[in-house]
């Protein structure tokens, strides 16, 4: 990080998130998880309400002013995701509910479409559920195989296996840029580079990326980069698929109905050319306008500020954390988001995650959609804390007196 | 209870630490396995019935400490006794973990498994304290699996 970078300031920014300063339990709520679902700032929060209380109607909806500029509004949000992944066009940009229904958008258009029988499919070892199962459906659906990427003990892929793994039959490689129980942030524009060096499409999992990292698809290279707009300080219900414009193109819609077509008649239906055609039905607009709001106020912060504040939150809690006896983080890459999975001997992930949530410490405990995973490592589940740019180092000090409180009281 | 460390007593501290009945009968001639898939609990029963009372019971595998207490507790508590009335206990602590039952007055068959009336207040822990319950109700019904989806 370069010297002269203005630290944020937590105290003011904290103000912006009423949910901190509220009382949980007897206790003052520490958020330690966000990458189960990121705060939102106030800012944003109003933008959506201001939506619903004087600009509500629908989207694409003819001459009416209230819905021109509630498609105005609309669309301003796709052109700030677009600036966020720095996409070449803002018609890359296509609205999903989130990361699941991005992927599986992408598994029943363009995987159906290249994937046939005896085609493998590659993933890797450190994959949420959103991003195995699609493809494992796709996969039996057609006859393919699912290969998948090892890691090491640390938690980082094995890239050597690569040369090995990518055949002439794989048809796509699909990878978490950031692993949401390890915190690895993998080599994704060397991984990329290498898949298309053999001719294989990415697709790239960024959901717990976006928020800790400036993307950047064109330079990534990326085929399809996909994220929820609530790990990003947005709302639930909205977010999106960037994939580049001649795949958009050349893939076929997915869901039918209103807004994606061009012309229907009893013989025969025209599509709208890409976002439009993968976009059927009204979206939730109040949720594209608020997450839009949101990265106005991520992009004012500056993205460079964030990972610096975070970081430093990752170093402190790595640092007191692996002082406590018996107690193991899961997942120690040489690169790691601010993303903390652990395990303390002879105490479930389970009890663990009960006696912190009695200390107002709110963290994630089970097997993170991961099971394979969990599998990898021979744990049932890991407790996990996870630090936004909002948190401090007061909040690691609360969560590891509430580790040590645990330890004592199992003893 | 607001504080999750009132459940979390001595007692199922201490028979998480050192389960009592832990293993497997061989033969036997009830068996169930329990699962419960929210936290990747697991549990393994097997029970040697003889002429309607249980005779000897063991459980084995993995899971928290309000599971594998309760498995441990519920295990020495049926011991001994007849099904119809291991039956009525099932119900008992459900209804009581549940929050539909006093235990001071509507659990008369659980003794001091009333302590775990507190789990009421964790709600997502029940599915914990039930799966061995859940578990014995499938074996005692000739069910191999049980779930508490
Ligand atoms: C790496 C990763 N991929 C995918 C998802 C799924 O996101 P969503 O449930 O918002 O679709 C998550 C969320 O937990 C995640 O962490």
């Known amino acids: ?411 | 209870m607001t504080d999750p460390r009132e459940l979390y007593q001595q007692v199922i501290l201490e028979h998480n630490k050192k389960p009592r009945n832990f293993g497997k009968l061989d033969p036997c001639t009830h068996h169930a396995e329990g699962h419960n898939p929210l936290c990747g609990d697991q549990l393994e029963l097997s029970l040697v019935i003889e002429n309607g009372v249980v005779a000897d019971i063991k459980f084995q595998g993995s899971g928290c400490a309000i599971d594998v207490a309760s498995a441990s507790l519920m295990t020495g508590i049926v011991k001994g006794k007849p099904v119809a009335e291991a039956e009525a206990m099932i119900e008992q602590f459900r209804g009581m973990v549940r929050g539909e039952l006093d235990p001071a007055t509507q659990a008369p068959l659980l003794g001091r498994l009333t302590l775990f009336s507190g789990v009421k207040d964790l709600p997502s822990r029940v599915k914990c304290a039930i799966l061995p319950w859940a578990t014995l109700h499938a074996a005692l019904r000739g069910e191999e699996e049980a779930s508490t989806e």
């Open chain 1, 1 to 411: 990080m370069s010297a002269t970078l203005q630290p944020l300031d937590v105290t003011a920014i904290r103000r912006d998130f009423p949910l901190l300063s509220r009382v949980l339990s007897g206790k003052p709520v520490v958020y330690l998880d966000s990458a189960v679902s990121g705060q939102m700032p106030l800012c944003a929060i109003e933008r959506m309400a201001k939506y619903e209380r004087d600009e509500h109607t629908n989207v694409h909806r003819g001459v009416s002013t209230l819905s021109q500029q509630a498609t105005d509004s609309y669309e301003a949000a796709r052109e700030k995701v677009r600036r966020f992944l720095g996409a070449a066009s803002v018609r890359e940009i296509v609205w999903t509910r989130g990361t699941t229904e991005a992927i599986n958008l992408v598994a029943q258009t363009f995987g159906r479409k290249v994937v046939q029988a005896g085609d493998e499919i590659l993933v890797s070892a450190m994959e949420h559920h959103a991003n195995i199962v699609p493809w494992q459906m796709l996969a039996q659906e057609k006859g393919a195989t699912l290969k998948v990427i090892p890691i090491t003990d640390d938690g980082e892929l094995i890239l050597e296996s690569l040369d090995e793994l990518i055949t002439e039959r794989t048809k796509l490689l699909a990878v978490t840029h950031v692993s949401n129980v390890l915190g690895t942030v993998n080599p994704i524009k060397e991984i990329i580079a290498r898949a298309h060096a053999k001719g294989v499409p990415v697709l790239v999992d960024g959901a717990q990326a976006v928020p800790h990292l400036k993307v950047d698809v064109q330079d990534l290279d990326a085929d399809f980069y996909v994220f929820s707009g609530h790990k990003l300080s947005g709302p639930t219900g909205i977010g999106a698929l960037y994939g580049k414009l001649a795949h958009l193109e050349a893939m076929p819609p997915w869901h039918g109905g209103g807004n994606m077509i061009r012309s229907v008649t009893w013989e025969k239906t025209t599509y709208m050319a890409a976002p439009g055609k993968f976009e059927a039905g009204t979206p939730p607009i109040a949720a594209a306008i608020g997450l839009g709001a949101a990265l106005d106020y991520l992009t004012n912060l500056g993205l460079d500020r964030i990972a610096a504040q975070e970081h430093d939150l990752l170093v402190y809690a790595t640092e007191r954390l692996e002082r406590i006896p018996g107690l193991h983080i899961l997942g120690k890459a040489r690169d790691k988001a601010s993303v903390i999975s652990f395990v303390v001997e002879g105490i479930h992930p389970h009890d663990m995650g009960s006696l912190l949530d009695g200390e107002g410490v709110v963290i994630r405990a089970g097997h993170h959609c991961a099971q394979p995973l969990m599998a990898r490592y021979n744990v049932p589940a890991t407790t996990r804390a996870s630090f936004a740019y909002f948190n401090t180092r007061e909040d690691i000090d609360v969560l590891v007196s509430a580790v040590e409180k645990a330890i004592e009281l199992f003893k």
